[in-house]
C-alpha cells in the first residue's frame, strides 16, 4: 500500500512539474519580446514566442522522458549527463575489444569537449 502512495505523490508531483518546464521558456521569452518592443521598437515578438514554444516541448519532452525512466545514451550524451559507464563485458573477444575501444573514445572526446 506504501509503495502504491507513493507512486500516486510522484504522478501528482511529475504534472505540475512537466507544465512548469513546457510553460516556462514561453513565457519568458514571451515578456522579453514585449519589453524589447516597448523599450526598443524591435518587433522579434512572434520569432521569440516560437522559440519558446519550441524550446519548452524540447524541456517537457527531455524531462518526461527522464522521469520514465527510458533515456537512452544519445540523450545523456547530447543533454551533458554522459556518466563514465564501463561496457557491459561478459566474454573476451574481438567484439568487446572493439566495444571497449568505442567506449574509451567516446569518454576521451567528451573529456576533451
Known amino acids: 500500500m506504501k ?8 504522478m ?4 505540475p512539474q512537466l507544465g512548469i518546464t ?7 521569452l514571451t515578456a522579453l519580446g514585449i519589453w524589447l518592443k ?3 521598437q524591435i518587433d522579434i515578438l512572434v520569432w521569440l514566442v516560437i522559440i519558446g514554444v519550441a524550446s519548452g516541448f524540447t524541456a ?6 527522464a522521469r520514465a525512466g527510458k533515456d537512452d545514451e544519445f540523450t545523456r550524451s547530447v543533454s ?3 556518466d563514465k559507464k564501463k561496457p557491459p563485458v561478459t566474454e573476451e573477444n574481438e567484439e568487446t575489444e572493439d566495444i571497449k575501444a568505442e567506449y574509451e ?3 576521451a572526446a567528451r573529456d576533451d569537449f
Request: glycine share 2%.
Open 80 to 82: 551533458g549527463i554522459y
Open 105 to 107: 573514445r567516446i569518454n
Open 22 to 28: 513546457a510553460l516556462t521558456p514561453v513565457l519568458l
Open 60 to 65: 517537457a519532452f527531455r524531462f518526461a522522458k
Open 3 to 10: 509503495n502504491e502512495q507513493r507512486e500516486t505523490f510522484k
Open 38 to 40: 516597448d523599450s526598443f
Open 12 to 15: 501528482l508531483f511529475f504534472v
